[in-house]
């Protein structure tokens, strides 16, 4: 128990932020020294090669960050279930496609951006991620669905394996959005290998950076080749510029990718840091009716963010509009904005759980109707697998603490005493 007086700390604790070892500077000076300063090299290969191996699928494609890899997963699962789409259209034109609900929302604006309709499948209470149950009622009300976006949230998966066998039932394509979980598995299996297409994130607050980037993972040579052209402007195997098909700037910087070269020996490190941090908290929070990130039987998460949810009967007045909060503070009890706010008062970082998409004013507001008349999202798109809306409860009682790898235990302890203190 922390007994010393709480002042702010000198020096920020911060959510999560990069760690470097040294050897990034090796390669990125080699690319420099090379002369390979653009987005062809050694350390791209490299990157490709240990992605691949990591994430336990046959290829790898390194590009610009998460999103791209994202977008063409979109891209590859829609042509290979609707076909080629006319050069105005996107690859999913008013198909609906079910959706992680409780995520980043870079999960699905690449659904979005190749004109499809996202449909929220709600978190279950259990995992924190996507609910089965709710996903097998979609497939009941919306048969005609065939792709599934599912992402595993703050490192600690939940049951992708299930969701994949659901998918499978009924001959729907999953991408599997593993851009927070980079060395979870599941059943002994990684996390990016359960989708027919995968994506990972080396965003500069993720397990490993490169300042930004992402891999696009997949078992197949065709689609790693064809996402891998896409992303280099789309050009034919000709002399001159020659283009069959619409192209994008997405692949990988060799300096970029020097620098992931350099951080993957410290993934399985930075993941026993990050444990620590977890454990730290369970312990130190025990007699508060709270409860941190669940872990679901079977999985081995990363930890990348520890989470805490406040109990519903000690949970104070919290009132939230689309920009602010308020509370009512009351004896005994506090909640998520009592807590980050004193988190602040302290130079300490923590943040509100992901706000659910259907929650978020351009899905609960608005109709959107394509050019050609579709509806390309509405208002009520979002399934729940019982009566209780999960992602808005767990949005409403929880809130992200800080998780960086290198704040110390002496910090952490004040932490935990901060937070203690709001339930006084
Ligand atoms: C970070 C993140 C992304 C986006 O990653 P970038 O590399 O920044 O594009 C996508 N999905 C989730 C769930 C994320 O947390």
């Given at each position: 128990?922390?007994?010393?007086?709480?002042?702010?700390?000198?020096?920020k604790v911060w959510l999560a932020t990069p760690?470097?070892?040294?050897?990034?500077?090796?390669?990125?000076?080699?690319?420099?020294?090379?002369?390979?300063?653009?987005?062809?090299?050694?350390?791209?290969?490299?990157?490709?090669?240990?992605?691949?191996?990591?994430?336990?699928?046959?290829?790898?494609?390194?590009?610009?960050?998460?999103?791209?890899?994202?977008?063409?997963?979109?891209?590859?699962?829609?042509?290979?279930?609707?076909?080629?789409?006319?050069?105005?259209?996107?690859?999913?034109?008013?198909?609906?496609?079910?959706?992680?609900?409780?995520?980043?929302?870079?999960?699905?604006?690449?659904?979005?951006?190749?004109?499809?309709?996202?449909?929220?499948?709600?978190?279950?209470?259990?995992?924190?991620?996507?609910?089965?149950?709710?996903?097998?009622?979609?497939?009941?009300?919306?048969?005609?669905?065939?792709?599934?976006?599912?992402?595993?949230?703050y490192?600690?998966?939940?049951?992708?394996?299930?969701?994949?066998?659901?998918?499978?039932?009924?001959?729907?394509?999953?991408?599997?959005?593993?851009?927070e979980?980079?060395?979870?598995?599941?059943?002994?299996?990684?996390?990016?290998?359960?989708?027919?297409?995968?994506?990972?994130?080396?965003?500069g607050n993720k397990?490993?950076?490169?300042?930004?980037?992402?891999?696009?993972?997949?078992?197949?040579?065709?689609?790693?080749?064809?996402?891998?052209?896409?992303?280099?402007?789309?050009?034919?195997?000709?002399?001159?510029?020659?283009?069959?098909?619409?192209?994008?700037?997405?692949?990988?910087?060799?300096?970029?990718?020097?620098?992931?070269?350099?951080?993957?020996?410290?993934?399985?490190?930075?993941?026993?840091?990050k444990?620590?941090v977890?454990?730290?908290?369970?312990?130190?929070?025990?007699?508060?009716?709270?409860?941190?990130?669940?872990?679901?039987?079977?999985?081995?998460?990363?930890?990348w963010l520890s989470a805490?949810?406040?109990?519903?009967?000690?949970?104070?007045?919290?009132?939230?509009?689309?920009?602010?909060?308020?509370?009512?503070?009351?004896?005994?009890?506090?909640?998520?904005?009592?807590?980050l706010?004193?988190l602040s008062?302290?130079?300490a970082e923590g943040r509100p759980i992901?706000?659910?998409?259907?929650?978020?004013?351009?899905?609960?507001?608005?109709?959107?109707?394509?050019?050609?008349?579709?509806?390309?999202?509405?208002?009520?798109?979002?399934?729940?697998?019982?009566?209780?809306?999960?992602?808005?409860?767990?949005?409403?009682?929880?809130a992200c603490l800080p998780s960086d790898n290198k704040m110390?235990?002496?910090?952490?302890?004040?932490v935990?005493?901060?937070?203690?203190?709001?339930?006084?």
């Amino acid at each position: 128990m922390y007994s010393g007086s709480i002042l702010p700390f000198e020096k920020k604790v911060w959510l999560a932020t990069p760690t470097m070892h040294g050897e990034e500077m090796k390669y990125i000076s080699e690319a420099y020294d090379t002369n390979w300063m653009s987005t062809v090299g050694a350390n791209i290969n490299e990157v490709e090669r240990i992605a691949a191996e990591k994430a336990e699928v046959k290829y790898a494609v390194a590009l610009s960050c998460c999103t791209a890899a994202l977008h063409l997963c979109v891209k590859l699962a829609g042509e290979k279930l609707y076909g080629k789409p006319a050069i105005s259209h996107g690859a999913l034109e008013g198909r609906r496609v079910f959706c992680s609900d409780m995520t980043f929302d870079a999960t699905l604006n690449p659904v979005v951006y190749e004109g499809g309709i996202p449909i929220f499948i709600d978190t279950e209470a259990e995992s924190w991620n996507m609910d089965p149950v709710a996903l097998e009622k979609a497939f009941e009300l919306y048969p005609d669905v065939r792709l599934v976006v599912s992402a595993e949230l703050y490192g600690f998966p939940g049951r992708i394996d299930e969701i994949k066998r659901i998918c499978e039932k009924h001959g729907a394509l999953l991408i599997e959005d593993a851009a927070e979980a980079m060395g979870a598995t599941v059943d002994g299996k990684q996390c990016g290998s359960f989708g027919d297409y995968a994506a990972i994130s080396y965003n500069g607050n993720k397990m490993i950076t490169g300042s930004s980037g992402g891999c696009l993972l997949t078992n197949s040579i065709e689609d790693a080749n064809r996402a891998r052209k896409w992303s280099t402007q789309a050009r034919e195997a000709a002399a001159w510029y020659q283009h069959e098909e619409v192209g994008y700037n997405y692949r990988m910087s060799n300096v970029i990718a020097g620098v992931i070269r350099g951080q993957y020996p410290y993934l399985e490190e930075h993941l026993e840091q990050k444990k620590a941090v977890y454990e730290r908290y369970r312990e130190g929070l025990k007699g508060l009716p709270v409860e941190m990130n669940p872990i679901t039987p079977g999985t081995s998460p990363n930890y990348w963010l520890s989470a805490m949810i406040i109990d519903s009967d000690y949970m104070c007045k919290q009132v939230r509009d689309d920009s602010t909060a308020i509370y009512i503070k009351e004896h005994g009890k506090t909640c998520p904005t009592e807590i980050l706010e004193a988190l602040s008062g302290i130079n300490a970082e923590g943040r509100p759980i992901w706000k659910p998409m259907h929650m978020q004013p351009m899905y609960r507001m608005h109709e959107a109707v394509g050019k050609d008349g579709t509806l390309r999202c509405r208002t009520n798109a979002y399934i729940k697998g019982g009566v209780v809306d999960v992602g808005a409860d767990i949005f409403r009682r929880g809130a992200c603490l800080p998780s960086d790898n290198k704040m110390t235990a002496e910090e952490q302890e004040v932490v935990i005493e901060v937070i203690k203190r709001c339930f006084e």
